[in-house]
């Protein structure tokens, strides 16, 4: 019977002598579901992975797949396939023999292995390749024969330790998209791991992100971006404006952060304590020529353009402003009057109290 859940993992504690890697992680990933997992470096999240595959044991919990416990099941009998950064193909076989590697092991004759291989490569975009040499490849090229020989055996989960990151950034974008597009052909479920949030947002349809052993917040990369639960996932996911403050006064749900200048900024939040972190999104941050533009807005500030950071569509400004310690960052416009902007031109700035999301310190 079709189980509802590919993965569980239930209250998952990894300790090393005193120090828990992974602290009480629970979890679950739908069957077809393409589920990251998204932290800094040292945050657990290989550990984590590596009990997933067999390679550490919990030092308590249970990890189960499509409901069968995987506690004392050796790595070589989970139906999982892992894809490491290294990808760990065999640079003396050709594509095809890496390919039907893990079948031949499993006692599959050769001949039928060699066919699964093929068509398998055809399905990656390989169509032909089979008797070149791995060492003859593209990175692109050999990140998808390390998938294909991974998805020939038909496991019930992938997991993907960084694949993408020993690829320079134009491949890297490139194999964002691909990774996404092989997944939804194969609708095989994918369990991925990267301290890289763009790659993290662009791909999975759930993300959890991992900090010091814990998921501070499960969701889809929409839900992380535009409502963060912790300081840290609003930190974490995507580019922000970050300050300091403290909570003037509250009420049902709005703040009023003052910054260390005395300028009152307001936001939304629930606050307990005086000490207050607030984050806005620089692509909500408002531009305008005059003040008047900016009318309606409870947040409005004049300020100076110290720096015009270039990249395409993805420019922004940095904006020294009145009463606040640190430049605001905003979206530079592409059209329009303001999209000429320089340093030292003169701008006001300002955003809506939704825009701005505060969190105890």
Known sequence: MAHSTDLDLVNVTKRFGSHAAVNDVSFSVAPGEFFSILGPSGCGKTTLMRMIAGFEHPTYGDIRIRGRSMIGVPANKRPVNMVFQSLALFPMMSVGENVAYGLTCRGVSRAEAEGRANRMLERVGLKGFGDRRVTALSGGQRQRVAIARCLVLEPTLVLLDEPLGALDLKLREHMKIELKQLQATFNTTFAYITHDQS???V?????????QGQFEQV????????????????????????????????????????LPSGTVIQGQGKMADKATLAFVRPEAIALAQDSSALSGLPNKFEGRVSAVLFDGANSSLLIDTAGFDQPVRAVLPQAGPLAGLTVGAPIHVGWTADAMKVFAA
């Open 203 to 211: 791909m999975s349809d759930r993300i959890a992100v991992m900090n």
């Open 199 to 201: 790659e993290a947002l």
């Open 219 to 258: 969701g889809s990369p929409r839900e992380l971006y535009h409502n963060p639960v912790t300081p840290f996932v609003a930190s974490f996911v995507g580019e922000t404006n970050k300050w300091h403050g403290e909570a003037a006064f509250t009420s049902n749900g709005s703040v009023a952060v003052r």
